[in-house]
DNA sequence: CCAAAAGTGTTTAGTATACACCCATGT
DNA sequence: ACATGGGTGTATACTAAACACTTTTGG
């Protein structure tokens, strides 16, 4: 299957660990005829589409290959075509080796993805891939850095309008956890009980009976996320004043 | 300038005249070689970018080039690059007889911009361009139905967390006028006691010492946007839960 | 004087915020 | 027994929603 070479799809896959907001990246290295490396850097994950595949796939198939998980929460925020984008000396001396054209102009269409570190083991297939705490992130290769920086911005607008912390949690999360979670990307801290107060309200957010094992200290109850109940529920919130 | 072949910006124009969300269309005609019209219909606006153009300024410049504007709201919302998305046997001939590829792939970055019909006269430059309220839009050309839609959600959702319905009406409006833009956008009524209790916790929208003219009932109080203190006084909402 | 839209207040229900203690488990 | 996070209620202030009449202008 033939690669279009103008179009490709990045993604900032976000993987939470109760902890910190994670960024999967991917070592890239170059080396001369001579095996010696030249430099070593880290770039998000992404990758030319082929020529039938829609972009949506293509982000898919990005994050299959990197994770084995389908299904993963996915969403198109910015696309990305700055004329300099690739232009970096490291980056054209990338590409060069790599046998592409650096002075070809390259669409990015950016994706992040929403997943619990815990329910994913990586797949290196040859290439370096790791976890990296969002605020850990130093300099990128080509544009990434801000690739990243709209993507932060962007998952930070949906989340205050939208039911999607869930999906960087396990299926099944406690109430702390989910605070967590918005507390992390959000970089404020709530009351616990009107957050609680609040998640009461949500119809969608499914008390089980049953409770965390193996912690030292009470365990907490588990909760689901349901998006039925969400679609069948929700209704339309008008905010735009201060 | 060289135009790139492969990347396009398409616009989707709203222009509000305080009773329709207009969208500005351009009429597509295609004749044969003796002047016989094959069909003709009507497509977004859009342009391909030049090779040394950011694609903001692309799409300023199709603004510029319909309007005459600079500094018009803008927003880039989403990327449309399906592999069928120019391959409907007119959009093929168009093509053809424009002495472009058909098979090539095109990525359109789709944008949405927004300004009050009275603040506009369009400039025609040899090609017939209209406004047509949202709701009486018919099939368009290429996959453009598909982008005014998505356009139309992105413009919603926008709508409903930050103020920029305002773009849609002229520097000095009523608050009925801005009820009204509301009000068309979401499809929804408000009650208008209620309304204005609310935006009178603006302080970013600035009453004038200046009233309607010219018309038969009681002249309205015009009002004002202020980005400054808008941005100076927002705070963050969070409003996910249902 | 009539038509048309402007402008204004109160009540009730619901949500936001601030704040402190006891409980269940593992070690 | 102690360390750790789980779980709970109340009072006050603010915001949402429902609802009807008088005012000012042009024609």
């Not at 001369?32 to 998000?44: I, K, M, P, R």
């Amino acid at each position: 299957m033939k690669y279009n070479d103008y179009i490709s799809v990045d993604c900032v896959i976000f993987g939470f660990d109760f902890e910190n907001l994670n960024v999967l990246v991917v070592e890239r290295t170059l080396r001369d005829e001579n095996g010696v490396e030249e430099f070593s850097d880290l770039t998000l994950t992404g990758n030319h589409i082929y020529e039938d595949e829609t972009i949506n796939d293509a982000a898919n198939r990005v994050l299959f290959d990197l994770t084995g998980l389908t299904g993963i929460y996915l969403e198109q925020f910015k696309t990305f075509a700055h004329p300099d984008r690739l232009k970096k000396e490291n980056d054209r001396k990338w590409l060069l080796h790599d046998g592409r054209n650096p002075d070809k102009r390259i669409v990015s269409i950016g994706h992040f993805a929403l997943l619990s570190k815990r329910d994913v083991t990586l797949q290196w297939k040859g290439r370096n891939v790791k976890w990296v705490p969002y605020h850990e992130i130093g300099e990128l290769a080509f544009d990434h850095n801000e690739i990243l920086e709209k993507a932060v911005v962007a998952l930070r607008e949906k989340v205050k309008h939208e039911p999607i912390g869930f999906e960087l949690l396990p299926e099944k999360f406690t109430l702390t956890q989910l605070q967590r979670v918005y507390e992390i990307i959000l970089g404020t801290e709530f009351d616990k009980r009107n957050f609680r107060k609040k998640v009461s309200r949500m119809k969608y957010l499914i008390p089980l009976d049953e409770k965390q094992t193996g912690v030292a200290h009470k365990p907490a109850r588990l909760y689901m996320f349901s998006r039925d109940v969400y679609e069948k529920t929700k209704k339309e919130l008008i905010d735009f004043w201060v």
